[in-house]
């Protein structure tokens, strides 16, 4: 599976985002998916997942209310609309796969590239 995330950007406090992430493979629909951000100088951490089925997700408590993990297994792509940004979402933003609901101990078997979102206040 190769993913290619896409989507980020420089916006202000307040407004909306949506990121993309485009997987390669037949096997996509199989796969837990996620997002994780990287601020500078933290550790990078799971923002939310979603499994293969769709029916389980996880969010992390700074974003729940404001982002939504979605997949569209005919597109091979998920999704991750950010309402309501704040600075602190400023990261770089990596998509995930793997064979399980991504969880914070999961190890993810692939991951696409970064996409920067930069939020001013």
């Known amino acids: 599976v190769q993913l290619q995330a896409s989507g980020g950007g420089l916006v202000q406090a307040g407004d909306s985002l949506r990121l993309s992430c485009a997987a390669s493979g037949r096997s996509f629909r199989t796969y837990g998916m996620g997002w994780f951000r990287q601020a500078p100088g933290k550790a990078r951490e799971l923002v939310a997942s979603r499994s293969w089925s769709g029916y389980s997700t996880f969010y992390t408590d700074s974003v729940k209310g404001r982002f939504t993990i979605s997949r569209d297994n005919a597109k091979n792509t998920v999704y991750l609309q950010m309402n309501n940004l704040k600075p602190e979402d400023t990261a770089v933003y990596y998509c995930?796969?793997?064979?399980?609901?991504?969880?914070?101990?999961?190890?993810?078997?692939?991951w696409g590239q970064g996409t920067l979102v930069t939020v001013s206040s």
């Open positions: 995930a796969a793997a064979k399980t609901l991504i969880t914070t101990t999961t190890s993810p078997d692939y």
